[in-house]
């Protein structure tokens, strides 16, 4: 939920929850000043009814003078020399009504006999006046609460709106395109630092992911030139006829490495660029050619080994990615294959509902298989440079895709899920 509907929905209960409370308050804070205000009413008509009896006024003169109904009983003793007050309710026969009343009681004494008095007044017209009264307040507070409601949208909108206006350009930020975030024009002093900072901040992403950037492709372009040099020089040295079988073999040992190294540059390199997601434009993959391709291009590899290859492509899987990066990746799944496959073994690719898998014959892992997807974890170092499944797997992750590897009934299998993933990366 958006912060402007969440604050003024709090807002709404809290508002709404006063006002019932305030309401009922009121309700019956009149409803006991009017209770009030007919007993009084009730003692000063008992007043001066007893001041006109001492007057000599007959006692029958009152009967329709004081009160909605007055009852005057003749007594024996006097029973209520103070008076008593009394809630009653009066049930109107026609109209199917009922009122309630105040009674006042007190005795009275005249010519020697003594009366009692009772004195009704009904408060219900009052009570009616005051739930009117109550109504007219409680729509008026509400239809009031309902503008309130309608202008802080309106309110919170335009103050809201160079946050919204900030947020929508962090999502559209990205340092590929080396252009900072621009800070909205606000008046409100914390919306004014946020969004400052804010710009300060892309505008130092920039500037590092630029040094980074640079760096990598000056180191890994400036690497190749030496690494070809010793390359060359180490090949010279070995057509050299007068070399030793030591000597030959420690160049060749050298050779060995400068190539590893060559390709450890190569592989970070590409790393380093997945990172940065400098890859765009990606195309529609046709899996099963380039399986075909893939394979024929590792076929010497495969003989020298003699693994048999097994294939079950059931359907053709469309999948997305830029066409280089495909070949790579399918290039060190299958070299991963082969490396860590045995002599006279197996390799079985398989495509099914959107799963490309390859599984191989090879020894059982020593360590959790998802940690050959680390950079530089192998069981054995001198088979792998240790970058090929997590270069495989960055590629995979870098399109929405996914990939595992087991190891069950004795192989070992890299499966990639192609049902998921981003056309557009």
Same mark, same amino acid.
């Given at each position: 939920?958006?912060?402007?509907?969440?604050?003024?929905?709090?807002?709404?209960? &809290?508002? %709404?929850?006063?006002?019932?409370?305030?309401?009922?308050?009121?309700?019956?804070?009149?409803?006991?000043?009017?209770?009030?205000?007919?007993?009084?009413?009730?003692?000063?008509?008992?007043?001066?009814?007893?001041?006109?009896?001492?007057?000599?006024?007959?006692?029958?003169?009152?009967?329709?003078?004081? *009160?909605?109904?007055?009852?005057? $009983?003749?007594?024996?003793?006097?029973?209520?020399? $103070?008076?008593?007050?009394?809630?009653?309710?009066?049930?109107?026969?026609?109209?199917?009504?009922?009122?309630?009343?105040?009674?006042?009681?007190?005795?009275?004494?005249?010519?020697?006999?003594?009366?009692?008095?009772? &004195?009704?007044?009904?408060?219900?017209?009052?009570?009616?006046?005051?739930?009117?009264?109550?109504?007219?307040? =409680? %729509?008026?507070?509400?239809?009031?609460? =309902?503008?309130?409601?309608?202008?802080?949208?309106?309110?919170?909108?335009?103050?809201?709106?160079?946050?919204?206006?900030?947020?929508?350009?962090?999502?559209?930020?990205?340092?590929?395109?080396?252009?900072?975030?621009?800070? @909205?024009?606000?008046?409100?002093?914390?919306?004014?630092?946020? +969004?400052?900072?804010?710009?300060?901040?892309?505008?130092?992403? &920039?500037?590092?992911?630029?040094?980074?950037?640079? =760096?990598?492709?000056?180191?890994?372009?400036?690497?190749?030139? @030496?690494?070809?040099?010793?390359?060359?020089?180490?090949?010279?040295?070995?057509?050299?006829?007068?070399?030793?079988?030591?000597?030959?073999?420690?160049? +060749?040992?050298?050779?060995?490495?400068?190539?590893?190294?060559?390709?450890?540059?190569?592989?970070?390199?590409?790393?380093?660029?997945?990172?940065?997601?400098?890859?765009?434009? @990606?195309?529609?993959?046709?899996?099963?050619?380039?399986?075909?391709?893939?394979?024929?291009?590792?076929?010497?590899?495969?003989?020298?080994?003699?693994?048999?290859?097994?294939?079950?492509? +059931?359907?053709?899987?469309?999948?997305?990615?830029?066409?280089?990066?495909?070949?790579?990746?399918?290039?060190?799944?299958?070299?991963?294959?082969?490396?860590?496959?045995?002599?006279?073994?197996?390799?079985?690719?398989?495509?099914?509902? *959107?799963?490309?898998?390859? +599984?191989?014959?090879?020894?059982?892992?020593?360590?959790?298989?998802?940690?050959?997807?680390?950079?530089?974890?192998?069981?054995?170092?001198?088979?792998?440079?240790?970058?090929?499944?997590?270069?495989?797997?960055?590629?995979?992750?870098?399109?929405?895709?996914?990939?595992?590897?087991?190891?069950?009934?004795?192989?070992?299998?890299?499966?990639?899920?192609?049902?998921? *993933?981003?056309?557009?990366?």
């Amino acid at each position: 939920m958006k912060f402007v509907y969440k604050n003024i929905l709090i807002n709404t209960i &809290i508002s %709404v929850c006063v006002l019932l409370l305030g309401e009922s308050s009121l309700y019956f804070f009149l409803k006991y000043k009017m209770e009030k205000e007919t007993v009084e009413h009730l003692y000063l008509e008992r007043m001066y009814m007893n001041n006109q009896l001492k007057r000599g006024v007959n006692i029958d003169y009152f009967k329709h003078n004081i *009160g909605d109904v007055l009852e005057i $009983t003749p007594i024996q003793t006097l029973q209520y020399k $103070t008076p008593i007050i009394d809630e009653i309710k009066i049930e109107e026969k026609w109209e199917e009504e009922e009122f309630t009343s105040k009674k006042i009681i007190f005795d009275v004494t005249q010519n020697q006999k003594n009366y009692r008095v009772s &004195i009704t007044k009904t408060i219900d017209e009052d009570e009616g006046l005051m739930g009117s009264l109550s109504a007219i307040i =409680f %729509v008026s507070i509400f239809f009031m609460l =309902f503008i309130l409601v309608i202008v802080n949208v309106f309110v919170y909108y335009k103050l809201f709106s160079p946050i919204y206006q900030l947020i929508k350009d962090i999502k559209n930020f990205s340092v590929h395109q080396l252009q900072k975030i621009s800070p @909205p024009k606000t008046n409100t002093y914390e919306f004014a630092i946020l +969004s400052e900072e804010i710009s300060k901040m892309s505008e130092k992403m &920039i500037s590092d992911f630029t040094s980074v950037k640079e =760096f990598t492709e000056n180191i890994t372009h400036e690497i190749q030139t @030496p690494l070809a040099v010793i390359n060359s020089k180490i090949e010279r040295c070995l057509q050299d006829e007068n070399l030793s079988n030591e000597q030959a073999l420690l160049l +060749s040992e050298a050779s060995k490495y400068v190539n590893k190294l060559f390709n450890i540059n190569k592989g970070l390199n590409l790393l380093s660029k997945l990172d940065n997601k400098q890859f765009n434009n @990606p195309i529609n993959i046709n899996l099963s050619i380039l399986i075909e391709q893939r394979l024929h291009y590792f076929s010497d590899f495969i003989q020298k080994k003699n693994i048999s290859v097994v294939k079950d492509i +059931s359907e053709e899987i469309p999948f997305f990615m830029k066409e280089s990066l495909s070949e790579i990746l399918i290039d060190n799944v299958l070299k991963n294959a082969i490396q860590h496959n045995i002599q006279n073994g197996q390799i079985l690719i398989t495509t099914n509902n *959107g799963l490309f898998s390859v +599984s191989n014959t090879g020894i059982v892992p020593k360590d959790p298989t998802e940690k050959y997807f680390e950079r530089f974890h192998s069981q054995n170092q001198n088979q792998s440079l240790g970058l090929g499944l997590s270069i495989v797997k960055k590629i995979v992750e870098y399109y929405d895709y996914s990939i595992t590897y087991t190891y069950s009934n004795e192989r070992h299998v890299v499966a990639i899920d192609f049902n998921k *993933g981003s056309k557009t990366t």
